[in-house]
């Protein structure tokens, strides 16, 4: 279980969210709402511990999570098979074909990642975080770039995540099209302006 | 960590990788040497151990920025940090890759290339050894160079200036192994202080490119 209690976050050295809190049980989908800027983006990076927090806490994080942004690592000369079975080795687990099956990427395994389209891109993004073999999924904007038919693809595979006792976290505008998960928005926890510590630059 | 290893040389021997880029540079500058000295074969004799590391040295410097740039801008490097690597590992197999791509090779083939130059006979044993000694320290300075310049938009620059100064020991011993190779003379003291600065780069180096480089992908 993900537990996130009165985390601030800062983007650049200045407090952008503050006062965050929730719990993300297993089994449990959280979706973070908030305009464009909110810090949506940041606190995802900060929950998957890419950056430090400012202040706060967050437990049963860490090795737990797999994380999802916004550029899907993908290795344009790699095959689509070679770049889920480099991630797949990294993260010493399997699923490979379960992975490739899942997002419709069949017959698109022996295609340079290079060649695919966005969409396609994007599927094969995610479909890394089934070969992680980590519980929590932290997924920023996961359906960019995705028609209505992978959208219900990606729907379908974080709804067997969580019937798996997986849990996930993401950041996005549309209706996913998964009932039971709780909507979290960032909009109340607005950092108030303050003079912020500025030695961060030169750290 | 061998899967990372194996991403990286897969894709530098693919098209675009930048295999054999440095080699290739090794190659004309020291075919352009003989050209700009002229055919005074005792003059290249002298200078070609100095010529052949420096050489080496550019080569090297040639492919550095593309050890994380590429990892950065496709995002893999935000992964590869989430993953269950240390740090530490990642930047060690990323500098062993950069030098079995880049390093390796120029050892090989700096032999080939001592002909060229009128490399005394006697010196070629010890060039190769100079080079397959102080070849990985250069990749390891240079990966944390990379790893500082991350992120910075023509970064190749700032990271050239950062990471020559810091190449000047290994040139200096590497060189010196072997001028003094090449002229017959005891090589030891030099050899000890190339390969202590090798290994204790080797090391060292690692923890500050992961601590910078994790500073870097806030």
Redesign the interface.
């Known amino acids: 279980m993900l537990t996130v209690t009165d985390l601030c976050v800062a983007r650049g050295g200045l407090a952008i969210l503050e006062g965050v809190s929730f719990e993300l049980a297993a089994g449990r989908a959280l979706v973070l709402r908030g305009p464009n800027g909110a810090g949506k983006t940041t606190l995802l ?1 900060t929950v ?5 927090a400012e202040a706060g806490e967050i437990s049963g994080g860490g ?1 737990a ?14 095959s689509v098979r ?1 770049n889920l079975a ?2 797949a ?4 687990a399997g699923g490979v074909d379960d992975a490739l099956k899942a997002f419709d990427l069949v017959t698109l395994q022996d295609r340079m990642a290079g060649t695919l389209s966005a969409g396609q891109k994007r599927r094969l993004g995610l479909a ?1 975080l089934m070969v992680t073999g980590r519980p929590i999924w932290v997924l920023d904007e996961p359906t960019v770039s995705l028609d209505a038919a992978s959208v219900a693809l990606f729907a379908d595979a974080v709804r067997g995540h969580l019937a798996q006792g997986g849990s996930a976290l993401m950041a996005t505008h549309i209706d996913l099209g998964i009932p039971e998960a709780e909507v979290f928005d960032v909009g109340p926890f607005k950092a108030k302006p303050r003079a912020a510590a500025m030695d961060e630059a030169f ?1 | 960590m ?3 290893l194996i ?1 990286d040389l ?2 530098a021997v ?4 930048g295999f054999g880029l440095g080699l290739a540079f090794f190659l004309i500058v020291v075919v352009l040497v003989p050209f700009a000295v002229g055919p005074q074969t005792q003059l290249l004799a002298a200078i070609s151990p100095g010529v052949l590391w420096i050489g080496a040295l550019l080569a090297c410097l040639l492919s550095l920025d593309r050890i994380f740039a590429l990892d950065w ?4 490097l ?8 240390p740090m530490e590992g990642v930047v060690s197999v990323k500098a062993l890759a950069h030098w079995l791509t880049t390093g390796l090779p120029l050892v090989l083939v700096a032999p080939l290339l001592g002909v060229l130059l009128n490399l005394p006979v006697q010196g070629y044993g010890w060039l190769v050894v100079s080079l397959a000694i102080g070849t990985p320290a250069l990749s390891v300075i240079g990966t944390f160079g990379a790893a500082l310049t991350v992120g910075l938009k023509r970064g190749g620059l700032l990271m050239s200036l950062l990471v020559l100064p810091l190449y000047v020991p290994t040139l200096i011993f590497g060189a010196e192994v072997a001028r003094r190779g090449a002229d017959g003379l005891a090589v030891k003291t030099a050899l000890l202080m190339e390969a202590g600065i090798s290994f204790g780069v080797i090391a060292l180096l690692p923890f500050a490119s992961a601590a910078v480089l994790r ?1 870097n ?2």
Do not use: C, N
């Open positions: 990076r998957a511990g890419l950056q430090p090795e999570i797999a994380y999802a942004g916004h550029s899907d690592g993908l290795k344009a000369m790699l070679e480099f991630w080795s990294v993260f010493d890394r750290l | 061998i899967a990372l991403r897969r894709l693919r098209a675009g990788g801008e496709d995002g893999s935000d992964l590869l940090a989430t993953a269950p690597l500073i992908i806030r």
